[in-house]
């Protein structure tokens, strides 16, 4: 049994013109000891769908899914104080933009300390230990005395450091790292990157990498979803993803990595942008910006098997080409 299974997950939000699907449809597994890597644009839903995993959606959301297990527990069925026993023990997340994640108004050591009070029941003396020892785990130095600092007076280095040393509390079985490296200046994200890697095969948990990184995605996980406006588009192992890529919106993500770039010419991209909510099309939703889109794209899109990845395309790619594409193909309006 998988540590984490999510079925046919949507959510939904209201806004003035209607509801808004920022996930649609989208289902995914992580074992233990696994590194899951959700990569797409901005916009493609992977931020959300964890939030509603971990029930930090705003009243506007309205989350619906076939099945939401973890370790064996529904989590649809759960009341909002046995979720509250099992989010930020069991299962942890880091989110993005630790300079504005942590709470200005506390400082480091409170703010460690507090999970280690909640869920673990620690008196004063075992949480500052307990602290110490974690701040000594994330690789940052003089521990005893940044826990009296305050998040203003840390680098972003060292807050994404401490957003991870929290995480890492109570020894979730399942950590969710939500863009971890942005806004990182390179060396420093390397170092991060190793760090979670290297606690996450220590401690044998479950990973979830959110990244729209591919170099990222390449250094770290064994297997890789791909998202689109909200849509699972793909779903292969890392190595397989990088070298036979199925659907086309990977392949245009890939060709467009600069190390893949010729020496002379343009860098490729992808025309157009991620459709919203007055302009999302009826059938597939990267119709409009796919090179091999024909007139039935713009009806549906039909879910592949996995020897294509489960790509969401009628004419999926195989060493670079579409399958069962129609010698005369009518191009897409």
Known sequence: MALLEIENLTVSFKTSSGPFKAVDGVSLTCDRGEILSIVGESGSGKSVAMLALMGLLPWTATV???AMRFDGRDMLQLGAKDRRKIIGKDIAMIFQEPMSSLNPCFTVGFQIGESLR???????????????????????????????????????GMSQRVMIAMALACDPKL?????????????????????????????????ILITHDMGVVAETAERVQVQYAGQKVEQQNVRALFSDPH???????????????????????????????????????????????????????????EEFGFALCNYPLKDGQPTGYPETAEAAP
């Open 247 to 305: 659907h086309p919106y990977t392949q245009a993500l890939l060709s467009a990595l600069p190390e893949r770039a010729t020496r002379h010419g343009r860098l490729p991209s992808i025309p157009g942008v991620v459709p919203g909510q007055g302009d999302r099309p009826a059938g597939c939703l990267f119709s409009p910006r796919c090179q091999y889109a024909t007139e039935r794209c713009t009806r549906e899109a039909v879910r592949q098997d």
């Open 64 to 66: 619906t899914a076939d």
């Open 118 to 156: 909640i869920h673990l029941g620690m008196g004063r003396a075992e949480r500052r230990e307990r602290a110490i020892e974690l701040l000594n785990l994330v690789g940052i130095p003089a521990p005893e005395k940044r826990l009296n600092q305050f998040p203003h007076q840390l680098s972003g």
């Open 175 to 207: 950590l969710i790292a939500d863009e971890p490296t942005t806004a990182l200046d390179v060396t420093i994200q390397a170092q991060i990157l190793d760090l979670l890697v290297g606690l996450q095969e220590s401690h044998g948990m479950g990973l």
